[in-house]
């Protein structure tokens, strides 16, 4: 049963360009969060999504940033238009129950560079 | 004021020394998490805890529910336990993690 699977690991994109990143959650988790941390600051919530719906995007900048998670396929966070100030770690962790009081399932993140 | 606070935020020990790394929350939570994160890497559920105590290995983890403070001790601590340990805690409502900023932690040989 593989853990939480976030691609690419790494990512460098020109300020102006897009980024999409991907989650695919361990088997039989329906939800996903995305954190993103900052360098030198800790993590912070982004978004909640179950399969097809948004639960809470509280987290999430008002613009440029989307989040999805289809029927089919992985989680896509996507970041429109990259400014240096996205660059940053995102994780996305997945969680077989709407309560997050069950053991906590990380990926190992992707690094985005904003040249 | 952030809702989880940390300390140390670093930490050098040597190695075989007894170490520990204290949050304290200031919500009403519902689990209490340690987390693991080496440089570069990927991030390791350690612990979750509601009440009391855990064990694993040289890892033992604590939590008082009334002070709101939880402790994590590493024994005979080795150059492999360096990395940022950070705590999170769930609340009885909503659906996210808030996280402390972590406590860097090196071991030197």
């Known amino acids: 049963n593989a853990g939480v699977m976030q691609n690419p690991r790494h990512l460098v994109r020109r300020r102006g360009q897009e980024a999409r990143l991907r989650c695919s959650p361990m088997k039989g988790h329906s939800h996903v969060y995305w954190y993103r941390q900052l360098p030198e600051e800790g993590l912070k919530f982004m978004v909640y999504?179950?399969?097809?719906?948004?639960?809470?995007e509280s987290g999430m900048p008002k613009e440029r940033f989307s989040a999805e998670f289809p029927k089919e396929g992985p989680s896509i966070l996507r970041i429109q238009q990259v400014v240096r100030g996205d660059s940053a770690a995102y994780f996305c962790a997945s969680s077989p129950l709407n309560r997050l009081n069950t053991e906590a399932f990380f990926g190992q993140g992707t690094r985005l560079t904003v040249v | 004021k952030n809702e989880v606070e940390q300390s140390p935020q670093n930490l050098t020990a040597q190695e075989g020394e007894f170490i520990t790394i204290n949050c304290s929350y200031s919500?009403?939570?519902?689990?209490l998490h340690w987390l693991q994160q080496h440089p570069g890497g990927g991030i390791v559920s350690l612990f979750m805890l509601s009440s009391g105590k855990k064990k694993h290995g040289r890892l033992i983890a604590t939590i008082n529910i009334q002070e709101k403070h939880s402790s994590l001790h590493i024994t005979a601590s080795h150059p492999r336990d360096s990395a940022v340990y950070i705590c999170?805690?769930?609340?009885?409502?909503?659906?996210?993690?808030?996280f402390g900023t972590g406590t860097s932690l090196t071991v030197i040989p």
């Open positions: 999504l179950q399969k097809e719906n948004i639960i809470d």
């Open positions: 999170a805690v769930s609340r009885n409502t909503g659906n996210q993690f808030y």
């Open positions: 919500v009403g939570i519902s689990a």
